[in-house]
């Protein structure tokens, strides 16, 4: 059982907006940055976003974070074939003292 | 910036393994090194760290004991090793590197080492 709670699975049409939630506790998000990765089938992750919002170098505008108390969303706008894949949110957990992962969010683009 | 990992294991319950990640394109010792472990069909789990400029690790409570994090900087090469495989040990297990103990996986090894345990 993941530390942090994300949604098993997602969906959306070519063209709409999703958005992937990610809950945790005060010892987490609520007292740390989070971090979003993106994984295909087969790959390794990749970083997508970090510090809450912030994107590498290479990553589209169409991805954004942000949080809200002990949770924290991902939101793909204008969603493309392409974005079908998992997506993990992590972050730090001072109890653990290191990062705490969601059990990851399959996206699928209908 | 790349991190080369280790082929694919099988190997029995009770045997030791040690798998490795090769970092190259960098200054090994400018960024700590963690592995992170996925089963299959499930999420990624933080496991343990390195500092490859004076080896302070640090481990998740939950493999504390099973696994030992190294690096050695004259090979650019960070290990996770087990002395007693399990069953539930089967899974991918990937390094990934980071700027400071607690920041994020900026760059992956490739697709990972598969390590198979079974009977």
């Known amino acids: 059982q993941s530390v942090l709670t994300q949604p098993p699975s997602a969906s959306g049409t070519p063209g709409q907006r999703v958005t992937i939630s990610c809950s945790g506790t005060r010892s987490n998000i609520g007292s740390n940055t989070v971090n979003w990765y993106q994984q295909f089938p087969g790959a390794a992750p990749k970083l997508l976003i970090y510090?809450?919002?912030q994107r590498p170098s290479g990553v589209p505008d169409r991805f954004s974070g942000s949080t809200s108390g002990t949770s924290a969303y991902l939101a793909i706008s204008g969603l493309q074939s392409e974005d079908e894949a998992d997506y993990h949110c992590?972050?730090?957990?001072?109890?653990?003292?290191?990062?705490?992962f969601g059990g990851g969010t399959t996206l699928t683009v209908l | 910036v790349q991190l080369e990992q280790s082929g694919a294991e099988v190997k029995k319950p009770g045997e030791s393994l040690r798998i490795s990640c090769k970092g190259s394109?960098?200054?090994?010792?400018?960024?700590?090194i963690s592995w992170l472990r996925q089963k299959p069909g499930k999420g990624l789990e933080w496991m343990a760290r390195i500092d490859p400029s004076d080896s302070n690790t640090a481990y998740n409570p939950s493999f504390q004991g099973h696994v030992t994090i190294s690096a050695d900087k004259s090979t650019s090469t960070a290990y996770l090793q087990w002395t007693s495989l399990r069953a539930s040990d089967t899974a991918i297990y990937y390094c990934?590197?980071?700027?400071?103990?607690?920041?994020?996986?900026?760059?992956?090894g490739g697709q990972g080492t598969l390590v198979t345990v079974s009977s």
């Open positions: 990934a590197t980071h700027t400071g103990s607690r920041g994020w996986y900026e760059e992956w």
């Open positions: 510090s809450n919002y």
């Open positions: 992590a972050g730090w957990d001072d109890d653990v003292n290191g990062q705490v």
């Open positions: 394109g960098y200054r090994f010792s400018n960024f700590w």
